[in-house]
C-alpha cells in the first residue's frame, strides 16, 4: 500500500514573484528544520527551461518507537533532501520534484510540486501539491507511511506559509511583516485574516484531500 | 541560508546574490544566457562537492547529466 496526499495552495503574487522568491525562501519562521541549502547543479536548456538541482538538509527525528527498532548506530539526526526543480518560461510552469535520500530503506517520501499562475486572476500563483510515501520495510510499511504522512501533513503547510512570508519581505516591504503564528498547529484563517487586512490581499489554503490507495 | 559546509558560505553567498539577479532581471525577461554567474557556480560546485564527500552522502545525481526529460 502506498499513501498520497494532494493539496493546493494559493499565492496572492504573481508567478514570477514566487519563482524569484522561491530561490530565497530559506530561512524563514516556518522551516526552522530545514538546516542547510545548496545548489550543485544548475543548467538553461535549448528551450530555455532553468533546470535545478538542491540539496537540503533538515533534522530528521524518528519517533520514539522507530529510534529503537530502526537505529544502528549509525543514525543520524540529519536528513539530506534532493530538490529537482524545472522553470518553464515559455509555458509559466515550475515543478519542484523532492525526494528524501536518507533511509531509502525503510521508506521514501516524493513531493511535486508545480507553481502555475491563476487563471482566474494573473496576480495570484496556484501550487498543486503531491505527495507519495512508501514504506520500504516488510512488516512495517503501513506504519511507515503513516507516520511519514502524519509529519508531511504537519509540514507542508508550514512551507507554503514560509514562502508566502518571504514574498511578503521581498515584494511588500514597506508593510510590517506578516505575524509569525501557531508555528506548532498552524491557523491559516487567523493567519490569512490578519494578512487581508494589512496588504488587502487574500490568501487562502484551498481544499485538501487525503487519498489512500 | 547555510551552506552544507561553513568553507563554502562566502562562495554561496556570491553566487546566490548573482543568481537571484540573473534570475529575476535577464532570465524572466527572456535573456535566458546564463553565463553571467558560471565562473561563481564553478567554484561554488567544486567546493560543495568536496562538502558532500566529507558527509559520505552518495549523490549520483551529481555524476550524470539531468534526469529531468526535455522536451
Not at chain 1, 533538515?58 to 539530506?80: C, D, H, M, Q, V
Request: with cysteine; aromatic share 12%; charged share 25%.
Amino acid at each position: 500500500m502506498v499513501k498520497a496526499y494532494i493539496g493546493q495552495w494559493l499565492y496572492t503574487f504573481p508567478w514570477s514573484q514566487v519563482v524569484s522568491g522561491f530561490w530565497q525562501k530559506f530561512p524563514n519562521p516556518y522551516t526552522g528544520h530545514i538546516l542547510s541549502e545548496d545548489t550543485y547543479y544548475r543548467t538553461v536548456t535549448e528551450d530555455q527551461k532553468l533546470i535545478s538541482k538542491r540539496v537540503l538538509a533538515k533534522t530528521n527525528k524518528l519517533p520514539r518507537w522507530g529510534e529503537r527498532i530502526f537505529y544502528r548506530g549509525s543514525a543520524s539526526t540529519i536528513g539530506f533532501i534532493i530538490e529537482e526543480s524545472v522553470c518553464d518560461l515559455k509555458e509559466k510552469i515550475f515543478t519542484t520534484n523532492t525526494v528524501n535520500i536518507n533511509m531509502k530503506s525503510l521508506m521514501t517520501v516524493e513531493e511535486t510540486c508545480t507553481y502555475r499562475p491563476d487563471k482566474e486572476d494573473e496576480t495570484r500563483t496556484i501550487c498543486e501539491k503531491r505527495v507519495v510515501a512508501k514504506g520500504e520495510l516488510f512488516g512495517f510499511k503501513t506504519t511507515l507511511e503513516t507516520f511519514a504522512m502524519q509529519r508531511y501533513k504537519k509540514n507542508h503547510e508550514l512551507a507554503s506559509l514560509g514562502l508566502e512570508f518571504i514574498l511578503h519581505k521581498l515584494y511588500l516591504p514597506q508593510l510590517p511583516p506578516p505575524p509569525v503564528v501557531g508555528i506548532k498547529t498552524p491557523d491559516t484563517r487567523t493567519f490569512s485574516r490578519k494578512l487581508s487586512d494589512k496588504a488587502k490581499h487574500l490568501l487562502k489554503s484551498s481544499n485538501n484531500d487525503t487519498l489512500e490507495f | 541560508m547555510s551552506s552544507i559546509s561553513p568553507s563554502c558560505q562566502i562562495l554561496k553567498d556570491e553566487y546566490d546574490a548573482c543568481f537571484n539577479s540573473w534570475f529575476s532581471e535577464h532570465y524572466l525577461k527572456g535573456d535566458t544566457k546564463a553565463d553571467m554567474c558560471t565562473n561563481l557556480f564553478k567554484k561554488y560546485q567544486a567546493c560543495i562537492k568536496d562538502a558532500i564527500k566529507e558527509h559520505k552522502i552518495t549523490l549520483w545525481e551529481l555524476e550524470n547529466e539531468p534526469t529531468t526529460k526535455r522536451n
